[in-house]
């Protein structure tokens, strides 16, 4: 769609939120603070339509109420946040299988329900624009740490992340590429297409360039977290006795996930 602009706002260290527009109308996502939004939708003369939340960490909520005292939108966000209120300013919540229709932007996401990160996080994901906006739950290179949820939960969520269409655009929340890249080659140090990811990102960083959005298919040949089958993958942890001779995707995967967490 080309009237559709996705803009990427830099925040805190390594934060990044997205703001959807078309040149009138705004939507943005995981605002953790309002000034840098703000900021933008003033210098560009853009209207804040909605607001979209994937979960309820302070980096992605803390400047949903000061956004509302300037715009009165709909803020969208986990239905059982919601209903608890753990994020009290969630005017609609969402839930696995719903499509939004955001008809400002006269686009519709499609809510996938990914525990893991957190036990409540959701993703939104976008056909008419290839992307997904997945907060923590998938990283360029990684996924998000293991706060709420479990290795079989973040698992079955990141096989429904899989499952969308490979040319699918990946827009994380954080700027984690190279430190997930470097942990990567230690689990995968033969994978090809992963050392070549890991030039082309130290590239863009040392040039000052964003390695996000990342493509789904590149996540596929070298995120260790979506290659829990990968034989050299499970050679590397057993050979660090970090791996049994139990090799399932869900054993596999909380191995990798453990040792990423003190890498």
């Not at 329900?113 to 994901?125: D, F, N």
């Not at 040392?206 to 996540?219: A, D, F, M, W």
């Not at 057993?238 to 054993?251: G, R």
Request: charged share 15%; glycine share 6%.
């Amino acid at each position: 769609m080309t009237n559709i602009h996705i803009q990427q706002i830099p925040a805190f260290d390594d934060n990044y939120f997205w703001l959807i527009h078309n040149d009138q109308n705004a939507i943005i996502v995981d605002p953790g603070d309002a000034a840098p939004v703000l900021a933008y939708l003033n210098q560009h003369q853009l209207t804040l339509s909605a607001i979209l939340i994937t979960h309820h960490h302070a980096d992605h909520i803390g400047g949903v109420d000061e956004l509302l005292s300037h715009a009165a939108v709909p803020v969208y966000g986990p239905l059982a946040d919601q209903q608890s209120g753990r994020i009290s300013t969630i005017t609609q919540g969402c839930q696995q299988g719903e499509t939004l229709f955001l008809k400002e932007l006269n686009l519709h996401f499609d809510v996938l329900e990914v525990p893991g990160h957190t036990s409540t996080h959701i993703a939104y994901y976008c056909a008419a624009l290839s992307s997904l906006f997945c907060g923590d739950t998938l990283f360029a290179g990684g996924c998000g740490r293991l706060f709420e949820g479990t290795p079989a939960q973040m698992v079955a969520s990141l096989r429904k992340i899989s499952a969308l269409p490979a040319n699918t655009n990946v827009y994380c929340a954080h700027e984690y590429t190279l430190s997930n890249l470097r942990f990567a080659l230690a689990v995968e140090p033969n994978n090809a297409a992963l050392q070549n990811r890991f030039k082309l990102a130290n590239v863009a960083r040392e040039n000052g360039l964003s390695t996000v959005p990342s493509q789904l298919n590149l996540e596929l040949q070298t995120n260790p977290f979506l290659r829990s089958s990968s034989p050299e993958i499970i050679h590397t942890l057993q050979n660090k006795q970090k791996l049994s001779d139990v090799t399932d995707e869900v054993t596999v995967f909380a191995a990798v996930r453990e040792w990423k967490n003190t890498f």
